[in-house]
């Protein structure tokens, strides 16, 4: 397989770059994997722990170029509408020319800053994840409590949210952020995920 690096540059990435790697096709920034790499390993040990039955459609905040969309489909049973929210266009271009991930029937991709897409009405999800990195880090508004109490409207009855909290957090920064977390939810943390990644896992219970 090709060892071809491409390069792109983008406003909010700055460097991003698609290379091949054990026979997979991945996007990364020069310090983390950004797509289709062990980042889909992460958010999987995350679903792997919701259980998605009743699940009918799905919302994807920081959609990157859509590695999550497949296991989505076909391993987690989402049948219905998937929206995802990605704020790079330069990474919504890159899903579609090098991944094949493009706006279908069923699956909406919106060029948005997650901030603004929450402010504004929108439709009810049984699941969404939170995914928003730029490079290794989420942007601190992603933690406050105005923020999650959006996400608490987006959410249907008894939704769950999936939350990549942020990469080698202390204990004390994550419970100081579950502290503000709205007490609609539910929620457990894993920490050290895949030696590196935090997930929180929600669940809206009234």
């Known amino acids: 397989m090709s060892s071809e690096v491409i390069v792109h540059k983008s406003k909010y990435n700055k ?42 459609n799905a919302l994807i905040l920081g959609f990157g170029a859509g590695s999550i969309v497949e296991p989505l489909r076909y391993q987690y049973g989402i049948k219905g509408e998937i929206v995802g929210v990605e704020i790079d266009p330069v990474v919504i271009e890159i899903a579609e020319t090098e991944f094949g991930i493009s706006p279908q029937d069923d699956l909406q991709i919106i060029q948005d800053d997650v901030w603004d897409f929450v402010q504004r009405p929108q439709s009810k999800f049984d699941l969404i994840i939170i995914d928003i990195f730029i490079d290794l880090k989420v942007p601190d508004k992603f ?64």
């Open 15 to 56: 460097r991003l770059e698609v290379r091949w790697e054990k026979g997979k096709k991945l996007l990364d920034t020069p310090n983390t994997n950004y797509s289709y790499g062990t980042l889909v390993d992460v958010l999987k040990f995350g679903l792997n722990k919701i259980p998605l039955k009743q699940a009918k």
């Open 143 to 206: 933690y406050r409590q105005e923020f999650w109490q959006r996400v608490k409207r987006l959410c249907n009855d008894n939704a769950f949210v999936l939350f990549n909290a942020g990469i080698d957090l202390s204990e004390t920064f994550v419970e100081k952020f579950a502290d503000t977390i709205p007490e609609e939810f539910v929620y457990q943390i894993a920490y050290n995920v895949l030696k590196t990644n935090t997930l929180i896992s929600l669940q809206k219970v009234f």
